[in-house]
């Protein structure tokens, strides 16, 4: 891992000098959402692109880490570097998981389990979605032993919930992620211009359609008649109603870790502690759930004092590059996720798209600890930033 970032760039020149096919792909951050823009249509797109309302939160999210500046300390040996981080057992080879993100069968074929490859080869955590384009069971299956969690949206029916918690257990899924702040789907723009929802078509429900709780529910098999089993879903999988009560019953399900993703009030993070817990997830939903909302990373400092390091606090939405990961993990984060970059990628470039995405990532990382003057990513605190 020493010379990690240089190598990759070396890497990237003689690629590029021998006019390599991979040369052709993006290097940026901006380049994949060109690309992707390019390869999506209007709906999907405007799906994995937009936020809530007039996505103010989407901006808020990116100004809030411009509003800190890292403050580099030169003449230190940083010849020898460590990205690594610990989380419930796992060494990560990086603070970087890939977000759960619904529906990627919309945005490449091979949807999820193009992600999930990309994520064993890089050695970074996986969280799948509940609605995702393909079943929980074959993405386990693609990624090996690789480390994965499970994202869970709770729905009203409490079967269909204990069952997919169930099936992931029983699949090798390390954690359980319940998403706190989608009890039902936001007013947003460009899908409501789009008239795209794309549940709608079916896409997004492979975990339903296969689970027996949700099948019980179905008067005919979804083979049979898909479209009942599409209402159903719509029916069951959002849940205005979901309250700490349900929550207590979901940590009733599993001894895995639970995580709740969603926070940004310290009190919601206090009140999680109390029903047992085992990690939090600072985030907005990247914008696309309320409109106007707090930034994640303008949160994220008031759930860590709430939190007072008896769980691992991790942070999401807003995330675009290896400086943003610095100055989060700066103020104290865990770790973090990514959502749309990697969807951009994906787009771009499937699998591949997603692995040279991580490894620039990372080499970025790399790179940017030392130009910063640390030897470790664990060396981040706040006197690597100044406020601006």
């Known amino acids: 891992m020493t010379t990690y970032g240089m190598d990759v760039q070396l890497q990237i020149y003689a690629k590029l000098t021998n006019d390599s096919v991979e040369g052709v792909?993006?290097?940026?951050?901006?380049?994949?959402?060109?690309?992707?823009?390019?390869?999506?249509?209007?709906?999907?797109?405007?799906?994995?692109a937009g936020g809530a309302g007039s996505e103010d939160t989407m901006r808020a999210n990116r100004e809030?880490?411009?509003?800190?500046?890292?403050?580099?300390?030169?003449?230190?040996?940083?010849?020898?570097?460590?990205?690594?981080?610990?989380?419930?057992?796992?060494?990560?080879?990086?603070?970087?998981?890939?977000?759960?993100?619904?529906?990627?069968?919309?945005?490449?074929?091979?949807?999820?389990?193009?992600?999930?490859?990309?994520?064993?080869?890089m050695g970074v955590p996986f969280v799948l979605s509940t609605v995702s384009s393909v079943a929980l069971e074959q993405v386990a299956e693609v990624m090996g032993n690789a480390a994965r969690w499970f994202q869970l949206y709770p729905g009203k029916n409490r079967d269909v919930i204990a069952s997919l918690i169930c099936r992931a257990e029983k699949s090798g899924?390390?954690?359980i992620v319940v998403t706190l702040d989608t009890t039902m789907l936001a007013w947003r723009d460009r899908d409501l211009r789009n008239a795209y929802l794309p549940f709608l078509q079916g896409e997004g429900i492979?975990?339903?359609?296969?689970?027996?709780?949700?099948?019980?529910?179905?008067?005919?098999?979804?083979?049979?008649?898909?479209?009942?089993a599409i209402l159903q879903f719509l029916h069951v999988y959002v849940n205005p109603a979901f309250t700490w009560r349900d929550l207590a019953?979901?940590?009733?399900?599993?001894?895995?870790?639970?995580?709740?993703?969603?926070?940004?009030?310290?009190?919601?993070?206090?009140?999680?502690?109390?029903?047992?817990?085992?990690?939090i997830v600072v985030s907005n939903h990247g914008g696309r759930q309320v409109d106007g909302?707090?930034?994640a990373l303008d949160a994220l400092p008031e759930v860590l004092d709430a939190v007072q390091g008896r769980v691992p606090v991790l942070m999401d939405s807003g995330i675009r590059r290896a400086a943003d990961v610095l100055k989060a993990m700066a103020l104290g984060a865990s770790s973090v996720l990514i959502g749309r970059p990697y969807a951009y990628a994906l787009a771009a470039g499937g699998q591949k798209g997603v692995s040279l995405y991580l490894r620039n990532l990372l080499a970025e990382l790399d790179l940017e600890i030392a130009l910063s003057g640390l030897k470790a990513i664990s060396e981040a605190d706040l006197s690597v930033l100044t406020r601006v």
């Open 64 to 121: 809030a880490f411009y509003a800190w500046r890292i403050r580099p300390r030169m003449l230190r040996d940083v010849s020898d570097r460590d990205l690594t981080v610990s989380l419930y057992g796992r060494t990560l080879p990086a603070p970087v998981l890939l977000g759960p993100i619904g529906v990627q069968s919309i945005i490449h074929a091979e949807a999820e389990l193009a992600s999930a490859r990309a994520a064993a080869e």
């Open 206 to 228: 492979a975990n339903f359609i296969g689970d027996p709780a949700f099948r019980s529910l179905l008067q005919k098999a979804p083979e049979e008649d898909m479209q009942s």
């Open 249 to 279: 019953f979901i940590r009733k399900q599993t001894k895995l870790p639970i995580l709740l993703k969603g926070i940004t009030h310290p009190d919601d993070a206090k009140q999680g502690l109390e029903y047992g817990v085992d990690g």
């Open 173 to 175: 899924y390390e954690a």
């Open 293 to 295: 909302a707090v930034a």
């Open 25 to 48: 792909l993006p290097v940026s951050f901006e380049e994949w959402e060109q690309l992707a823009r390019k390869k999506l249509a209007d709906g999907p797109w405007g799906y994995v």
